[in-house]
């Protein structure tokens, strides 16, 4: 298998048809209702897919992204509300903290194996939302903070929803890329040897403290830029809606149900979940209060439990796609050790 | 020339003491065997060897250096690869894709790596494996994998634990003829061993651990005759 062959695979037409999809969808769809779940669609699948790069690729179960969402959010728009720097500067400026914390979070948390480092990272994110509350003279607490709505391309503002459909593409597709270049590039494959064995990996040469601060810093810091178009996109953000750990279990889940580890996996996910979710709600949310919640877990159940591989591995079935995503479904093999399919 | 040499290695888990004294060389291009009874502490050096386990006391030399904070991926960058008693293949991972891990070390280059895998599927006979899973692989195929991305580092010196366990006699005789063509490819080996026949025929010197001491260090046939390695094996 070479590279190019790799590479033809990640771009096949059924992948593109896919990631083009939603795209297409939005700037068609004249309901704003409709056209606001596949904007939602566009952002949660994206998120998912830079949680991948360091759940996915290495493993390392985060349950705290939702962190370096609210930094990127709040970043921008303080920079924005108090210092007029356009939030488009302010989004790099949001990631670059949020890499830097993710490494030093990294430092302190990658010797934690297993669920210890997924609350870790859990822990993580409530500190960082306590401290969003408490420090109120900077972030206002819990009355958040409204974005005054003035259009304008410097101030990431914008009057027609094209723009903002068109923003979510690209970042979905960016990232995309990302994911595509780690499953086809060094890093990629030490990190996924690390996800496999950290002791074969460490005798195959690995520094695997090293590749997995590199994934955190990415991951972090595309997860922190979602963050600033979340806040540019609703115009409001407080604690509860950028540091809540719903989002973190949201982005893992996607991941989860589209097929974890894969490049297009996490993407689907969210084509699927997102708007389950959205018309569960609508529809049944004013039945009995939760009743969509329930159905909408018993959803996610039947998926994950028949489908341990994730929606992803439907592809793989119809003989689109390509050994990749074969790779990420936990089974046992016929020597009863766990491998993945 | 002497490839690595240790000196007065010594290792205690808490009150165990498991080496005691254990200085050796390992010359350039030989095969050494590292034999003994089951928890003689072959695998302990082993990994003390490696980085995976630091010593008690006691130093190793590399080329003539001191080697101060191994730790495994040093050892493996600067020329020394091993392979573990119990494998551990990257499961999730087709063959070719484990030995380009080993072979990215050397080529940074994914592209360039994955040919430089091939060379090593077609060296091991692994071409008909190649796009499996590696959890898909009986234990045969599995010990050949751990070598194969070991081999795909190209070190100087490789260490193999127990490449022979689990192995039916043909596979047997295919792994002896597969460690004498590494020799005589230039690699120095070191091979922790139980089956003896491996042992016999392999080894151009045999050292014998028993209770963390090293009890004997000399040709296979004149340990085989040891009477001190006849009564750790079998009793006094």
């Known amino acids: 298998m070479t590279m190019q062959r790799s590479l033809k695979r990640e771009f096949s037409l059924v992948r593109i048809v896919l990631l083009v999809l939603p795209m297409l969808l939005a700037l068609i769809i004249p309901n704003a209702f409709f056209r606001d779940i596949v904007i939602l669609l566009m952002l949660w699948s994206t998120a998912a897919s830079a949680w991948n790069l360091l759940g996915g690729f290495a493993g390392q179960l985060s349950i705290g992204h ?175 809606s950028v540091f809540i750990v719903d989002n973190s279990l949201q982005i893992v889940l996607l991941s989860l149900v589209g097929g974890i580890g894969t490049t297009i996996g996490p993407i689907i996910g969210g084509y699927i979940m997102v708007p389950l979710g959205q018309f569960l709600r609508s529809a049944l949310g004013d039945a009995v209060p939760g009743f969509h919640l329930v159905i909408y877990g018993l959803c996610m159940l039947l998926i994950i439990m028949y489908l341990p591989g994730g929606l992803v591995s439907l592809l793989q079935r119809r003989s689109f796609g390509g050994s990749r995503l074969k790779r990420p479904g936990r089974r046992r093999d016929e020597h009863g050790a766990v491998g993945n399919s | 020339m002497v490839l690595l040499e240790t000196r007065n290695i010594e290792k205690r888990f808490g009150g165990l003491l498991v080496l005691k004294n254990v200085s050796f060389e390992v010359k350039k291009g030989e095969i050494l065997s590292l034999i003994g009874p089951n928890g003689a502490g072959k695998t302990s050096l082993f990994n003390i060897l490696t980085g995976f386990l630091k010593p008690t006391s006691g130093d190793i030399f590399y080329k003539g250096r001191l080697w101060k904070d191994i730790t495994p991926e040093k050892m493996c960058a600067s020329g020394i690869a091993r392979t573990f008693q119990v494998v551990k293949p990257l499961n999730g991972l087709t063959v070719l894709e484990n030995i380009t891990v080993g072979s990215l070390l050397k080529y940074k280059n994914l592209r360039q790596a994955m040919r430089k895998a091939h060379e090593v599927v077609e060296y091991l006979d692994l071409l008909e494996h190649k796009d499996k899973l590696a959890s898909s692989l009986p234990i045969g195929l599995r010990k050949k994998l751990e070598i194969a991305k070991s081999i795909a580092t190209e070190p100087e010196l490789l260490l193999l634990d127990e490449p022979m366990g689990g192995l039916n006699s043909g596979e047997v005789e295919e792994m002896i003829k597969l460690i004498r063509q590494f020799r005589d490819n230039g690699l120095t080996i070191v091979l922790v061993e139980h089956v003896m026949k491996a042992v016999m025929n392999l080894s151009d010197r045999v050292l014998v651990l028993n209770q963390g001491v090293i009890i004997a260090n000399g040709k296979p046939e004149e340990v085989s005759r040891d009477p001190a390695v006849i009564a750790a094996y079998l009793g006094e």
């Open chain 1, 66 to 240: 939702t962190a370096f969402f609210g930094i990127g959010a709040y970043t921008s728009t303080l920079l924005y509300i108090n210092f007029s720097v356009s939030p488009w500067i302010g989004m790099f400026a949001g990631a670059l903290l949020a890499a830097l914390i993710g490494v030093v979070l990294g430092s302190i948390t990658f010797p934690l194996k297993g669920p210890f480092f997924s609350l870790s990272t859990l822990a993580f994110a409530e500190i960082v939302r306590i401290i969003s509350i408490s420090w109120s003279d900077l972030t206002k607490g819990s009355r958040g903070i409204v974005i005054k709505y003035t259009p304008g391309f410097d101030k990431f503002i914008f009057d027609s929803p094209v723009a903002y459909i068109l923003i979510a593409w690209v970042f979905m597709i960016a990232v995309y890329c990302v994911a595509v270049y780690f499953n086809n590039s060094r890093l990629g494959f030490y990190l996924m040897a690390y996800r496999e064995s950290e002791d074969a990996a460490r005798a195959l040469g690995i520094n695997t403290v090293t590749v997995r601060l590199k994934a955190v810093a990415i991951s972090a810091g595309l997860t922190a830029m979602l963050g600033t178009f979340y806040a540019q996109y609703i115009l409001f953000i407080d604690p509860e």
